[in-house]
């Protein structure tokens, strides 16, 4: 398996795995105790790890939301709680592993997996990827089951730091490159059906640049692996997606 072999085959898989635990029930409960709703969690929880930073910066390490949305979320999260950003990020942190714990107590082949993928975060240079860098720097857990989730949310938010950088080297608004990749929650992410814009071919065109650079990004990223490291990362990453589904 050679390194864009691997981007092909595991980068969607752990894009869906990486925010599996986003909204499920122990998720929203947890939030709730700490007197956020789901989405005011989810704000507060994933950009904690940023620090004591305005809406501003979280918007842009998260790329994709409307600021006024962002503004509201995160402001009104921090109103909420009692708790520091950092608390609460790590707080969401500690959400992904227990995620992990319930569903991969049981599979074979993470120790690998986690091995390989330390491999790749210790080779990645942080420079302009923000959200992914703030993440990274968070200890990992000794349990395997945890440590293998917690993970899979490194590489995720790589791969959307990578892919948040090539939209913008590509001239493209982070809004029209939301609404081509995902246009049904074009509203959830607080634009209007007024923003909806109009993908023309050189847009598309765009668009296809700018996977092919992130597909680029990831497989260098990869690139520090050895064939049976690859083949480890690939295989849990599919064992996961499968305990999961």
């Known amino acids: 398996m050679t390194p ?19 909204f499920t029930p122990e998720t929203v409960t947890r939030g709730k105790e ?13 950009g904690g790890v940023l620090g004591n930073v305005e809406a501003a910066v979280v918007q842009s390490a ?9 503004a509201k979320m995160w402001d009104s999260a921090r109103e909420r709680t009692t708790m520091t950003e950092r608390e609460v990020g790590r707080e969401y942190v500690a959400a992904s592993q227990g995620f992990g ?12 997996f986690c091995a390989a993928a330390e491999s790749v975060t210790a080779s990645v240079h942080p420079a302009g990827l923000t959200l992914y860098a703030a993440l990274a720097a968070e200890p990992l857990p000794d349990d395997t089951p945890a440590r293998a989730m917690q993970l899979i949310t490194v590489l995720r938010e790589l791969r959307g730091s990578a892919h948040l950088l090539a939209v913008v080297a590509a001239g493209i608004s982070p809004m029209v490159a939301h609404y081509y990749r995902r246009p049904g929650d074009f509203t959830t992410f607080g634009y209007s059906e007024d923003d909806v814009p109009t993908i023309t071919a050189e847009i598309e065109a765009a668009m296809h640049a700018v996977d092919a650079h992130t597909d ?22 599919d064992r996961m997606a499968e305990a999961v589904s």
């Open 34 to 46: 700490l007197g956020l709703d789901g989405f005011r969690f989810y704000f507060l929880g994933r």
């Open 216 to 237: 680029r990004l990831m497989g260098q990223a990869f690139g520090v692996l050895d064939e049976q490291e690859r083949t480890s990362l690939a295989g849990g990453v």
């Open 62 to 70: 998260f790329g994709y939301f409307e600021s006024g949305l962002a």
């Open 101 to 112: 714990r319930r569903k991969f107590a049981d599979l074979p082949g993470l120790e690998a």
């Open 4 to 22: 864009e072999e691997l981007v092909a085959d595991a980068c969607p898989k752990i894009g869906v795995l990486g925010s599996a635990f986003y």
